[in-house]
């Protein structure tokens, strides 16, 4: 009877003691999108679609008729020139592309653990990885321009038209990009799957430009030679070249 009565007044104590104490709490999962730098590069990149996407329509609707219409020189783009409005809203889905390339790219570092990021370096990697892919974009329209203007046959106007479809396929790419990346960085389950999402839409992106170099430049066989070198020059290498150089500095930008 004893032994009965002190069991149960040292249970009673015990649960006197959980109670006062409580429990150990568990450490809460900080996704990257609560981060308040990370957040605002994603409504900015809300907002510059809401502002851009009315004027970018017609330059979209140009390059789409140029590429399943008749030759380079004989399309609409020959002929038809942008306004100062149609221009503007571009470059705003394009700012609005890099943003949302650098939020999928920062959503693939982390949740691979390429670099171990820490909460307070999240605004840093994802503002490096916006300004990486803006850097691609401006080096990449710099060789195109180069290019175009060494082996098109009409150099004037197939740099024009050259380097509009190259704005007008990265600028439709920011608005499908848009809800992949919101969704990677406030939804860990289906990150994998949203960041797959979006290299597909890149890759369907850039096929439809590597389409539209095509009909420019082929005239013979041995423009596919050319083709070849521009395939591994402008296309590749600096992709690969871009992964790398976000990987590494992303190291250095934490520590």
């Given at each position: 009877m004893s032994l009965l009565l002190t069991t149960t007044s040292s249970i009673a104590a015990n649960g006197v003691d959980v109670l006062m104490s409580g429990l150990m709490p568990s450490p809460r999962q900080i996704l990257p999108g609560y981060d308040s730098g990370v957040l605002a590069m994603a409504i900015g990149a809300f907002l510059l679609a809401t502002i851009g996407l009315g004027?970018?329509?017609r330059i979209w609707s140009i390059f789409f008729h140029?590429?399943?219409?008749?030759?380079p020189r004989s399309s609409m783009a020959a002929t038809a020139e942008p306004t100062t409005g149609e221009r503007w809203s571009v470059i705003v889905m394009l700012v609005q592309t890099f943003v949302c390339?650098?939020?999928?790219i920062f959503s693939a570092v982390h949740y691979t653990s390429s670099v171990p990021l820490s909460p307070q370096a999240y605004f840093r990697c994802a503002a490096l990885c916006m300004a990486c892919c803006a850097m691609l974009y401006f080096m990449q329209w710099l060789g195109y321009r180069i290019v175009a203007f060494a082996f098109a046959p009409h150099p004037s106007s197939d740099t024009k038209i050259w380097l509009r479809a190259f704005a007008a396929?990265?600028?439709?790419?920011g608005l499908g990009l848009l809800f992949p990346a919101m969704g990677a960085l406030?939804?860990?389950?289906?990150?994998?799957?949203l960041?797959?999402?979006?290299?597909?839409?890149?890759?369907?992106a850039r096929i439809l430009f590597i389409i539209k170099g095509f009909r420019i430049f082929y005239v013979n066989p041995?423009?596919?030679f050319h083709f070849f070198l521009y395939l591994c020059t402008l296309e590749i290498l600096p992709l690969c070249a871009t992964t790398h150089f976000v990987v590494e500095f992303s190291r250095y930008v934490i520590t």
């Open positions: 004027g970018a329509g140029d590429l399943t219409h008749g030759g390339e650098g939020l999928l396929t990265q600028s439709m790419l406030f939804y860990p389950a289906a990150a994998t799957l960041i797959c999402c979006g290299a597909v839409m890149y890759v369907g041995f423009s596919l």
